[in-house]
């Protein structure tokens, strides 16, 4: 586009003002210039098109015919930048909130509540980061984090988000056909281990189960918990997890907690920060979000 062709912006604003009210003076009081601003604008903008746009009859003003043919189809397109200005300063104006999340919790805990945060918040972007470990990295690029550990790190700010106990977890439809009444009824599944073997060693443990269980060699093992969740749902073994990750899915009904183990798991998940995004809004507003809605 020639930009030569293009009236002065101000010369535009001001025409269009003193045509809307057919006024100089109220067009001076709504652009905060004087009367005398308002009418050298129009003066220039009548030099630059070449014709008159009004006709000035003692103190009243009227627009000539070409005069009100261009306010018509000048106005929308001035309301359209004015429009476009606004988006562009709203969208400035949004924070952009990123979080570094391992997968499982991701997809079964925070994904299904985010909805939440988003009403709560709706100034806030949030763009969700998922990582394999459980313990991620505090990269430049990630304003907060969710780890499963032991809430001992260094150069972070760390909050657990609550205790939570071990679960037992199978199909409706496993369980119609393998009853799971008490841990006895253990003897002789399939368990579905994830990472290790050491949640079911746990349970196994405490159920006094070790002469009837080998823990090492029953089951399946995965990389992630909600694999196991979903072999589980298949039908293909019991699983046991933290009861947070398997919230969503007992909530559902597509997982059901046979009965209780009786135990914690050992690790925590945790909101971990850097220490210098304490006090900034988004991180702040986050945190107080997710520690009330895990509740």
Same mark, same amino acid.
């Given at each position: ?5 293009l009236?002065? /912006? ?21 652009l ?17 098109l070449g014709i008159q ?14 005069? /009100? ?11 359209n930048?004015?429009?476009?200005? $606004?988006k562009?300063?709203i ?15 991701? +997809?079964?805990?925070?994904?299904? %509540? /985010?909805?939440?945060?988003?009403q709560?918040?709706?100034?806030? =972007?949030? %763009?969700i ?7 991620? /990295? ?7 984090a ?6 001992k790190?260094?150069?972070? $700010?760390s ?42 060693k746990?349970?196994v ?5 070790? =002469?009837?269980i ?12 909600f +694999? @196991?969740?979903?072999? @589980? +749902? ?11 990750? @398997?919230?969503? $899915? ?5 997982l ?5 183990t009786?135990l ?13 995004m ?7 507003h986050?945190? =107080? ?7």
């Open positions: 586009m020639n930009n030569k062709k009236p002065p /912006l101000n010369a535009l604003k001001a025409f269009e003002s003193a045509a809307r009210y057919l006024n100089f003076t109220k067009a001076a009081e709504e905060f210039v004087t009367q005398a601003a308002v009418s050298h604008q129009i003066k220039l903008l009548e030099d630059f746009l009004f006709h000035r009859r003692n103190r009243l003003l009227e627009l000539t015919e070409l005069g /009100l043919q261009y306010f018509d189809e000048i106005r929308p397109l001035l309301e930048i004015a429009v476009a200005t $606004e562009i300063k969208k400035n104006s949004r924070q952009i909130l990123t979080i570094s999340v391992p997968q499982t919790f991701g +997809m079964h805990w925070l994904v299904p %509540r /985010l909805n939440d945060f988003h709560k918040f709706p100034d806030i =972007e949030v %763009r980061k998922g990582v394999d470990q459980d313990e991620g /990295l505090l990269g430049k690029e990630i304003d907060v969710i780890y499963y550990g032991s809430g790190w260094e150069n972070v $700010e909050v657990r988000l609550t205790e939570s106990p071990l679960v037992i977890l199978a199909s409706p439809d496993f369980l119609a056909e393998n009853p799971l009444n008490a841990p006895q009824d253990l003897v002789g599944k399939t368990l579905l281990h994830v990472f290790s073997r050491n949640k079911w746990r349970v443990d405490n159920f006094n189960l070790n =002469e009837q080998d823990v090492e060699e029953t089951g399946t093992m995965f990389s992630h918990t +694999m @196991a969740l979903q072999a @589980a +749902m298949h039908q293909q073994g019991i699983a046991v997890a933290n009861k947070v990750v @398997a919230q969503h $899915e007992l909530e559902q009904g597509n059901v907690e046979p009965f209780p009786g914690n798991d050992e690790k925590s998940f945790y909101v971990v920060y850097p220490p210098q304490a006090e900034v809004s988004k991180v702040k986050f945190v =107080e979000w997710i520690l009330q809605e895990i509740q």
